[in-house]
C-alpha cells in the first residue's frame, strides 16, 4: 500500500502484489527512492486517464528498477472496468518504465494492452480525479499540472528491497551567491599619499596626475572580467540546456523508430503467416487433383459418385449469393419442380399403373399409394368349426423335443444351484 502526497490532496493506492509482481516491486521500490518527488502529471484525457510518472515531464523519459523496460503482466480477473484504477503506461508490447496511469472511467479498449497493477481505495479517489480538473492544451498537455509531492510507503510486501542511490545532477547556485563568493579587496580606511604630496616643492615633478588613467583602466578591467564570467556562465547554461534537449530529442527519434520497426516486423509475420496458409492450402488442394487424376476408380459406383459430386460443386458455384437474386432463382426452381410434379401425374393414367414399379429418379412422380382389402370375417358363436378349437397333440415329435428340451433346462439350473 503506497500513499501519494499531490497538490490535489493524498491518493491512497492499493497494490495487487499477486497479479503483477514485477510492476508492483518497480512501483514500491521507485517510491522508495523518492524518484517520483516533484514529478508532474503531463498528461490529462478528460474522463479517460491522468498519466504521469516521468521525471522529464515530457512523457517520454522514464527508467524501471530491472534497467530495462519489462514485460506486461496481464491477469484474466483484471479489467479495465471502472475508475479508479492504476496501471503501467508504454509505447508498446513489453515497454514499461516508470510511467503508471489512473482511469478515470471504463476503458475496454485498453485490455490486454496495459498492466493494471493497483487501485485507489477509499475517498481519496475524488482527489485523484481533481488531477483531470485543469486545462489543457491540444496536446493533451495541461497548462497548471499537478504533482506528486511525496510518496510513502505504508505497506511492503516485498521485504528484500534495497533502495538504490540515485545520483541526481546538482543544481547551480545563482549568480548573486557567486557574486558574494568571489575574493573583495580590503578597503583602505587610511588615505594614501603619493609622492606628489611628499615633494610638493620639487620643481622637476609633473603637477599632471597619473592615478586616473590607471584607476579607469582597472575599473574597465573589472568590468570586462565580469561580463565575460557572466557570458562564461550563461554559455555553460545554455549548453546543457542544449545537451538536454538533445538527449530528449534522441529518445524521442529512438521511440518512434522502435515502434516503426515492431509494426513493420508485426506486419511482415502476418504477411509471411497468410503466404505460408496460402501455399500450404494450394499444395492440398493439388495433391487431391493429383490423387484423383492418378487413382483409377475401383468400380462404377465410385466414378458416378464422383461425376455427381463435380456436378452439385459445379451448380453450387453458379448459385447466386444471398439477396434478392438469390431469392429469385431459389422460388423459380420451386416452380420448376411443382411444374414437373403436376405433368408427371398427368401422364399416367389411374388405370395404367404398374403393378411392379421400375426404380428410377423420376418414378416416384407419378406412385399412388394403394391399401389390400382385407374382407373381414363374422363367425358365429353357436357354430363351431375346426378352426374354433386348438389342437394340441402330445405324441406329436415336435412336441416332444420340445419337452425333452425343456427337461434339460431345469436340471441344468438345478445343478448350478
Same mark, same amino acid.
Given at each position: 500500500?503506497?500513499?501519494?502526497?499531490?497538490?490535489?490532496?493524498?491518493?491512497?493506492? $492499493?497494490?495487487?502484489?499477486?497479479?503483477?509482481?514485477?510492476?508492483? @516491486?518497480?512501483?514500491?521500490?521507485?517510491?522508495?527512492?523518492?524518484?517520483?518527488?516533484?514529478?508532474?502529471?503531463?498528461r490529462v484525457v478528460p474522463?479517460?486517464?491522468?498519466?504521469?510518472?516521468?521525471?522529464?515531464?515530457?512523457?517520454?523519459?522514464?527508467?524501471?528498477?530491472?534497467?530495462?523496460?519489462?514485460?506486461?503482466?496481464?491477469?484474466?480477473?483484471? @479489467?479495465?472496468?471502472r475508475r479508479g484504477l492504476?496501471?503501467?503506461?508504454?509505447?508498446?508490447?513489453?515497454?514499461?518504465?516508470?510511467?503508471?496511469?489512473?482511469?478515470?472511467?471504463?476503458?475496454?479498449?485498453?485490455?490486454?494492452?496495459?498492466?493494471?497493477?493497483?487501485?485507489?481505495?477509499?475517498?481519496?479517489?475524488?482527489?485523484?480525479?481533481?488531477?483531470?480538473?485543469?486545462?489543457?492544451?491540444?496536446?493533451?498537455?495541461?497548462?497548471?499540472?499537478?504533482?506528486?509531492?511525496?510518496?510513502?510507503?505504508?505497506?511492503?510486501?516485498?521485504?528484500?528491497?534495497?533502495?538504490?542511490?540515485?545520483?541526481?545532477?546538482?543544481?547551480?547556485?545563482?549568480?548573486?551567491?557567486?557574486?558574494?563568493?568571489?575574493?573583495?579587496?580590503?578597503?583602505?580606511?587610511?588615505?594614501?599619499?603619493?609622492?606628489?604630496?611628499?615633494?610638493?616643492?620639487?620643481?622637476?615633478?609633473?603637477?599632471?596626475?597619473?592615478?586616473?588613467?590607471?584607476?579607469?583602466?582597472?575599473?574597465?578591467?573589472?568590468?570586462?572580467?565580469?561580463?565575460?564570467?557572466?557570458?562564461?556562465?550563461?554559455?555553460?547554461?545554455?549548453?546543457?540546456?542544449?545537451?538536454?534537449?538533445?538527449?530528449?530529442?534522441?529518445?524521442?527519434?529512438?521511440?518512434?523508430?522502435?515502434?516503426?520497426?515492431?509494426?513493420?516486423?508485426?506486419?511482415?509475420?502476418?504477411?509471411?503467416?497468410?503466404?505460408?496458409?496460402?501455399?500450404?492450402?494450394?499444395?492440398?488442394?493439388?495433391?487431391?487433383?493429383?490423387?484423383? $487424376?492418378? $487413382?483409377?476408380?475401383?468400380?462404377?459406383?465410385?466414378?458416378?459418385?464422383?461425376?455427381?459430386?463435380?456436378?452439385?460443386?459445379?451448380?453450387?458455384?453458379?448459385?447466386?449469393?444471398?439477396?434478392?437474386?438469390?431469392?429469385?432463382?431459389?422460388?423459380?426452381?420451386?416452380?420448376?419442380?411443382?411444374?414437373?410434379?403436376?405433368?408427371?401425374?398427368?401422364?399416367?393414367? %389411374?388405370?395404367?399403373?404398374?403393378?411392379? %414399379?421400375?426404380?428410377?429418379?423420376?418414378?416416384?412422380?407419378s406412385h399412388v399409394l394403394?391399401?389390400?382389402?382385407?374382407?373381414?370375417?363374422?363367425?358365429?358363436?353357436?357354430?363351431?368349426?375346426?378352426?374354433?378349437?386348438?389342437?394340441?397333440?402330445?405324441?406329436?415329435?415336435?412336441?416332444?423335443?420340445?419337452?425333452?428340451?425343456?427337461?434339460?433346462?431345469?436340471?441344468?439350473?438345478?445343478?448350478?444351484?
Amino acid at each position: 500500500q503506497v500513499l501519494l502526497k499531490t497538490t490535489a490532496g493524498d491518493i491512497d493506492i $492499493e497494490l495487487w502484489s499477486k497479479e503483477a509482481p514485477k510492476a508492483c @516491486r518497480n512501483f514500491i521500490q521507485l517510491c522508495l527512492e523518492a524518484y517520483y518527488d516533484n514529478t508532474i502529471f503531463h498528461r490529462v484525457v478528460p474522463g479517460f486517464i491522468v498519466q504521469g510518472g516521468d521525471p522529464t515531464g515530457t512523457g517520454s523519459g522514464g527508467e524501471s528498477i530491472y534497467g530495462a523496460p519489462f514485460k506486461d503482466e496481464f491477469h484474466s480477473r483484471l @479489467r479495465f472496468n471502472r475508475r479508479g484504477l492504476v496501471a503501467m503506461a508504454n509505447a508498446g508490447s513489453h515497454d514499461n518504465g516508470s510511467q503508471f496511469f489512473f482511469t478515470l472511467g471504463r476503458a475496454d479498449e485498453l485490455n490486454n494492452k496495459h498492466t493494471i497493477f493497483g487501485k485507489v481505495t477509499g475517498d481519496t479517489v475524488y482527489n485523484m480525479l481533481r488531477l483531470s480538473e485543469v486545462d489543457i492544451d491540444d496536446d493533451e498537455r495541461p497548462h497548471n499540472p499537478h504533482k506528486i509531492k511525496s510518496c510513502e510507503v505504508l505497506f511492503n510486501p516485498f521485504d528484500d528491497i534495497i533502495p538504490r542511490e540515485i545520483k541526481r545532477p546538482k543544481k547551480e547556485k545563482p549568480e548573486e551567491e557567486v557574486k558574494k563568493l568571489k575574493p573583495k579587496g580590503t578597503n583602505m580606511k587610511g588615505k594614501s599619499k603619493s609622492s606628489h604630496d611628499l615633494l610638493k616643492d620639487d620643481p622637476h615633478l609633473s603637477s599632471v596626475p597619473v592615478v586616473e588613467s590607471e584607476k579607469g583602466d582597472a575599473a574597465d578591467l573589472d568590468d570586462d572580467g565580469e561580463d565575460e564570467s557572466a557570458e562564461h556562465d550563461e554559455y555553460i547554461d545554455g549548453d546543457e540546456k542544449n545537451l538536454m534537449r538533445e538527449r530528449i530529442l534522441e529518445k524521442e527519434k529512438w521511440r518512434r523508430n522502435h515502434e516503426e520497426l515492431r509494426k513493420e516486423a508485426r506486419q511482415l509475420k502476418r504477411e509471411l503467416l497468410a503466404a505460408k496458409q496460402k501455399k500450404v492450402e494450394n499444395a492440398a488442394k493439388q495433391a487431391e487433383k493429383r490423387s484423383e $487424376e492418378e $487413382e483409377a476408380p475401383p468400380d462404377g459406383a465410385v466414378a458416378e459418385y464422383r461425376r455427381e459430386k463435380q456436378k452439385y460443386e459445379a451448380l453450387r458455384k453458379q448459385q447466386s449469393k444471398k439477396g434478392t437474386s438469390r431469392e429469385d432463382q431459389t422460388l423459380a426452381l420451386l416452380n420448376q419442380f411443382k411444374s414437373k410434379l403436376t405433368q408427371a401425374i398427368a401422364e399416367t393414367p %389411374e388405370n395404367d399403373i404398374p403393378e411392379t %414399379e421400375v426404380e428410377d429418379d423420376e418414378g416416384w412422380m407419378s406412385h399412388v399409394l394403394q391399401f389390400e382389402d382385407k374382407s373381414r370375417k363374422v363367425k358365429d358363436a353357436s357354430m363351431q368349426d375346426s378352426d374354433t378349437f386348438e389342437i394340441y397333440d402330445p405324441r406329436n415329435p415336435v412336441n416332444k423335443r420340445r419337452r425333452e428340451e425343456s427337461k434339460k433346462l431345469m436340471r441344468e439350473k438345478k445343478e448350478r444351484r
